[in-house]
């Protein structure tokens, strides 16, 4: 019997188990280890910020995609990997072997400096998602003992798409939740425009969209630490922010360190063009890596759109393994299509140079979004 070990609940695996679901693989059996039972779907988080959806209408069933493909869940995490021994450790202290294995943990972000200071503003670090689910109820639960003045100010890290939508969606959740505060946002960005990587038109749609909701934008002000009632940047300015968000310095997490992994500057794991975690020894691969966590060649942009896109060729390329058969190389789009919220109704559609915005575009993202979730999550009668 070929055990197949699935490493994290990201949005590939949920396509491996559906397409283990559909067609079982004779000899093969699978265990998946995650913390719970349900993962979040990147894509429909800022709306959740915003209160837009539950916490249940944007996961991913996970635990029911694993019993449909006749898989066992293990509800623990894993914190280290020895892959010349093929088998792995959990945080309870268990060891699992493994002949195959599989990768899509996600990413987290690089925690950012901090002056000791008595006065620092609330942190929201944006990744990684699961503590994120935990975190900004508690913070919401704060803000609704805040007094009514003086104004607050929302400071957000990161000009990109993420930086961008989450500020926009938690500014318009405050405004609604407390609107007798005044609530002025601030985004800071490396990048002269926000959406970098985005054509002009993109950058000016989102430009126009920030100062509709009142949010002062500061490119080319990348962020040194965080200090005494605001945001130091790197021209030594410091910007006012009562709550900080931080959506930058995407990173691979700790635990990678710990193991005999190829992995790149940034800590994410190096895979060849099949997704196969690369190997210094010749011999058929092992262990598979995907999303987030995995250092493509060359490198692609840490978006939830790839590890969906990953997800059909992993599950294919698993099974090869499983079979002792040639896989196929992953070939990614050389543009895609970023749909992105802008908590107000409306959406803005990304395509390289080609940039438009409506509630219509929020309408078609909306639809896109819950067809996602409804896939991988059991209908009613279930």
């Known amino acids: 019997m070929i055990h197949l070990l699935l490493i994290g609940g990201g949005h590939a695996h949920a396509f491996v188990l559906e397409a283990f679901a559909r067609q079982p693989e004779p000899g093969v059996s699978i265990t998946l280890v995650m913390p719970g039972d349900r993962a979040p779907y990147s894509g429909m988080v800022p709306a959740w910020l915003a209160g ?96 009514t003045k003086p104004p607050r100010r929302v400071l957000a890290v990161g000009a990109g798409a993420a930086g961008c939508e989450t500020l926009l969606a938690v500014l318009a959740r405050l405004r609604a939740e407390r609107p007798d505060i005044d609530w002025q946002g601030t985004l800071l960005g490396h990048s002269a425009q926000p959406l970098p ?93 995907a999303g987030d966590c995995a250092a493509f060649a060359p490198p692609l942009p840490k978006a939830g759109v790839h590890a969906v896109r990953m997800g059909p060729l992993l599950a294919e390329n698993l099974r090869h393994a499983c079979r002792s058969e040639p896989t196929r190389p992953y070939q990614p789009q050389r543009q895609v299509l970023a749909l992105i919220g802008t908590g107000d109704g409306r959406a803005i559609a990304s395509r390289g140079a080609l940039g438009i915005a409506g509630r219509w575009v929020w309408r078609w993202k909306q639809r896109i979004d819950r067809r996602f979730i409804a896939r991988f999550t059991p209908p009613p009668e279930d």
């Open 52 to 147: 837009e959806y539950t916490t249940d209408d944007m996961t991913l069933g996970m635990a029911w995609l694993a019993k449909r493909a006749g898989a066992r869940l293990v509800q623990d995490s894993v914190v280290a990997i020895r892959a010349a021994e093929q088998r792995v450790q959990l945080a309870s202290g268990d060891w699992l072997e493994y002949d195959q294995a599989s990768l899509n943990v996600g990413a987290t972000l690089a925690a950012p400096a901090r002056e000791p200071s008595a006065q620092a503003p609330e942190l929201l670090p944006m990744r990684p998602l699961d503590a994120l689910q935990e975190r900004w109820p508690a913070l919401l639960a704060e803000v609704a003992a805040w007094p």
């Open 197 to 289: 990587g985005s054509g002009r038109l993109p950058a000016w749609l989102m430009r126009r969209q920030l100062a509709r909701a009142g949010v002062a934008w500061h490119g080319e002000h990348g962020a040194s630490q965080i200090v005494d009632q605001g945001v130091e940047d790197e021209r030594g300015q410091v910007h006012p922010a009562d709550l900080v968000l931080w959506a930058t310095g995407a990173c691979g997490h700790d635990w990678l360190a710990n193991s005999d992994l190829p992995l790149d500057d940034r800590g994410f794991i190096a895979v060849t063009d099949t997704l196969a975690v690369r190997q210094p020894r010749a011999g058929p691969p092992s262990l598979w890596a």
